[in-house]
């Protein structure tokens, strides 16, 4: 997997997980605000359209200086499925494990270990809170 995918990926993790720019302009559109003001708001919020002086996101020493919601992998949907399918013993790919291409397989790691993380991270919250 090349650097560049590396940063989409965990970028696109990242904004769908943790930060969610897009749901929580649904919130506020479902509580009454007007969808252009929700969506100026959270941009503002989250420095969607800006380049910040320091660092907003610091994902695994990767440091993101504008909203990680800027960086979408094209092919984020079939990499969480197929980690989904490889969690139930189906393999993306014709053949067996060692017929599987080595990045694709690099992938479902990351992805793994990044939802790993986000489970700690959720599980920790829920402590917190009582």
């Not at 696109?12 to 559109?29: G, M």
């Not at 941009?43 to 695994?60: A, E, F, G």
């Not at 399918?85 to 053949?95: E, M, R, S, T, V």
């Not at 990045?103 to 919250?125: A, C, W």
């Amino acid at each position: 997997m090349s650097e560049s995918e590396l940063i989409l990926i965990k970028g696109h993790f990242c904004n769908s997980y943790y930060v969610q720019c897009e749901s929580k302009v649904q919130e506020h559109i479902k509580k009454g605000l007007d969808p252009d003001l929700a969506e100026k708001t959270i941009k503002t919020i989250n420095m969607c359209d800006q380049v910040s002086d320091k660092p907003l996101h610091d994902i695994d020493d990767i440091l993101f200086y504008t909203c990680v919601c800027n960086f979408k992998h094209p092919m984020m949907g079939f990499f969480l499925d197929a980690t989904e399918a490889y969690d139930n013993g189906i393999l993306p790919f014709k053949g067996g494990y060692s017929d599987q291409p080595a990045k694709m397989i690099e992938i479902i790691s990351l992805i793994k270990r990044m939802q790993l993380d986000y489970n700690i991270y959720m599980h920790k919250k829920q402590n917190k809170k009582g």
